[in-house]
């Protein structure tokens, strides 16, 4: 009987080191697997105005011009557009075709400069046929240019595509601001190395 009892505890002994010995394994084997980064792409049907759960670039309007009608937000991948007043005046006309071919534009723009995170803001100033609702003048607001001219470039060639319509009879607002935030993220595979030269060649090149 002794003898069982013996066999018996050495094996729930040897169970538990082993059992022991896997969890060891599989804490190890997480600690390992890197996190799955799920990049957001184009989403061709959006809200037209800001929602619940929004970037807080369309939430958060401390700083909102009194003329503000749109806010549009570029990422590497998705391009974003809220209005977020005069809606019961005005609207603009949706354009994915547009969007994603802008998109595109912003990109060639956006591999070049991933090796840090960046910030461009700009808010243009839009002038309206009152006969036709299309742009008749578009300007940059002189306190919101860019910092960097291939951001002002491409914001005024983003922007002039824009379609307005107007949903009363009432030609209202025909003067209003667009402003336009384009966020850039660092590329996480470079090294710190790559990145201040990519950093150094560029800035020469093209930073105000």
Not at 96 to 108: A, V
Not at 138 to 152: F, G, S, T
Request: hydrophobic share 35%; proline share 4%; net charge negative.
């Amino acid at each position: 009987m002794k003898i069982y009892l013996k066999i018996i505890l050495l094996l729930l002994f040897l169970y538990c080191k082993t059992g022991e010995h896997q969890i060891i394994e599989e804490t190890k084997s997480d600690e390992n697997i890197e996190p799955i980064i799920i990049e957001e792409q184009f989403q061709e049907e959006q809200p037209k105005y800001p929602v619940e759960n929004d970037d807080p670039y369309f939430l958060n309007l401390d700083d909102k011009l009194h003329d503000e009608a749109f806010r549009v937000l570029i990422t590497k991948n998705n391009y974003q557009l809220r209005q977020i007043q005069y809606e019961e005046y005005i609207e603009r006309v949706k354009d994915i075709i547009g969007d994603k071919e802008q998109l595109n534009y912003y990109k060639q723009i956006y591999e070049q400069i991933n090796f840090k995170d960046w910030e461009f803001e700009g808010v243009i100033q839009i002038q309206l046929n009152p006969q036709t609702s299309n742009i008749e003048k578009l300007q940059y607001h002189p306190r919101y240019i860019p910092k960097m001219k291939q951001a002002v470039e491409l914001f005024i060639q983003d922007i002039s595509r824009y379609k307005f319509k107007y949903l009363k009879d009432l030609t209202y607002p025909k003067e209003f601001t667009i402003r336009v935030l384009w966020r850039i993220k660092k590329d996480p595979n470079l090294t710190e190395d790559q990145a201040k030269e990519r950093a150094i060649e560029y800035l020469k090149k093209y930073v105000r």
